[in-house]
């Protein structure tokens, strides 16, 4: 008996803040990118205005280093100035240019942290927990002041526990089941294999899968190859979670000789089967040949 799982991830807050409105709760279809929530940042929003008028601020003692270097640079063409003071405000220009180059990184920084208010789907699937509600405080790379709600753990009560993620997102048009394969069929197990995904609950509906990638290594404490099988789920039938079972054919590579029980002999020389050799005008020899028993 298989456990089935998809890729899934948990959407977290980028910035601080509280959420101004959510868009899907659970068991909505979203697309890759979609909007999920948004978070009102006035703090992040100030911090970028005054960002702006720091390096405008910067920008200005740029102009004005400019225009005492090329005054300088007259005067020192006339001797009217020392090489030294020269010096002194070719290094003041350098200084207020990487100040202003500073500022502009600075509000690059917050440019792109206001692009994280928006809180967005990583790729396509089904939102299968929202833990947010109209106004609850987001904390930067954090969780949700809100209690777990749908989706959110069992093992506590929903008022004591707080929000592991805003979001949880499941892509379920593929579904991933990881087999552990006995060692005597390790030589069999290829990528491209079919497979056959067999779920009780649902009348014993078969759904055909293919193996997509094995784990190249025997496991040395359980002597099974971990083999990944894949199965497509295009009308979302198949929920992540189902217990099922994986049915596989196989070829056997070197497969080894099966007889009858009753055709083993038991001697002191150990396990043998009785071997007849045709020979010439039909007469036959008998021959004892050793064996060993796998099975």
Not at 28 to 39: C, E, Y
Not at 104 to 132: C, D, H, K, W
Not at 141 to 159: M, N
Not at 204 to 230: C, K, M
């Amino acid at each position: 008996v298989l456990d089935m799982t998809v890729d899934e991830a948990a959407i977290y807050a980028r910035v601080s803040g509280y959420v101004r409105r959510w868009y899907a709760d659970i068991g909505t279809p979203v697309r890759g990118g979609q909007i999920l929530a948004d978070i009102d940042v006035p703090e992040l929003e100030q911090s970028v205005l005054q960002a702006r008028a720091q390096l405008a601020q910067m920008q200005s003692a740029l102009v004005l280093a400019r225009s005492n270097l090329e005054r300088w640079r007259l005067l020192a063409a006339d001797s009217a100035v020392t090489v030294q003071e020269l010096q002194m405000m070719q290094q003041a220009y350098d200084a207020a240019s990487a100040s202003v180059r500073a500022a502009e990184a600075n509000l690059r920084g917050l440019m792109s942290m206001l692009q994280y208010t928006q809180v967005r789907a990583p790729f396509g699937g089904i939102v299968t927990a929202r833990n947010v509600e109209y106004g609850a405080l987001i904390t930067a790379g954090g969780a949700s002041s809100d209690p777990l709600t749908a989706g959110g753990s069992q093992s506590a009560s929903a008022t004591s526990v707080a929000a592991a993620s805003l979001y949880r997102v499941a892509q379920t048009d593929t579904m991933r089941v990881y087999i552990s394969v006995p060692q005597p069929y390790v030589a069999s197990i290829r990528p491209g294999l079919a497979a056959d995904l067999i779920v009780a609950n649902l009348g014993n509906q078969s759904f055909r899968g293919t193996i997509v990638r094995t784990a190249g290594a025997v496991d040395p404490n359980t002597r099974t190859l971990l083999a990944e099988v894949d199965v497509p789920n295009p009308g979302r039938v198949l929920l992540p979670g189902m217990y099922t079972q994986l049915r596989i054919t196989v070829q056997r590579v070197d497969a080894p000789l099966v007889i009858p029980s009753t055709a083993l002999v038991t001697r002191a020389a150990g396990p043998q089967v009785i071997e007849l050799i045709a020979g010439a005008n039909g007469r036959a020899t008998v021959h004892l040949r050793s064996v060993q028993v796998a099975r």
